[in-house]
Nanobody, 121 residues
Framework: QVQLVESGGGLVQPGGSLRLSCAAS????????IAWFRQAPGREREVVSC????????YYLDSVKGRFTISRDNAKKTVYLQMNSLKPEDTAVYYC??????????????WGQGTQVTVSS
């Protein structure tokens, strides 16, 4: 059974940090690109970051460049999103998604249930 389970969300003050985890099971993580998305109330879902395994390229949304870092531990079947210098506008539900293939341009195949990140003083 394919599963993606996010964790690590919570309430943090502006300027703080969180590390999100996306634990994968039921498929071979090494064979798929993994993306992090977020969706805030009243806003469209947006891609925050993506890790392509075909070429090792990591994509970041402009507004998070220099603050967020995506990484993966294939042995632990987990993908991480380290978020530093958090801002109130980063508040959203964060989801991870496994792509159908090794590139970030591939379609989304599987989704997690999401984890809430709230940045507020």
């Amino acid at each position: 059974q394919v599963q993606l389970v996010e964790s690590g969300g919570g309430l943090v003050q502006p300027g703080g940090s969180l590390r999100l985890s996306c634990a994968a099971s039921g498929f071979t993580l090494e064979e798929r690109a993994i993306a992090w998305f977020r969706q805030a109330p009243g806003r469209e879902r947006e891609v925050v970051s993506c890790y392509s395994v075909s070429d090792g390229i990591m994509y970041y949304l402009d507004s998070v460049k220099g603050r967020f870092t995506i990484s993966r531990d294939n042995a632990k079947k987990t993908v991480y999103l380290q978020m530093n210098s958090l801002k109130p506008e980063d508040t959203a539900v964060y989801y991870c998604a496994a792509k159908m293939g090794r590139r970030c341009q591939c379609r989304d195949a599987y989704w997690g249930q999401g984890t809430q990140v709230t940045v507020s003083s």
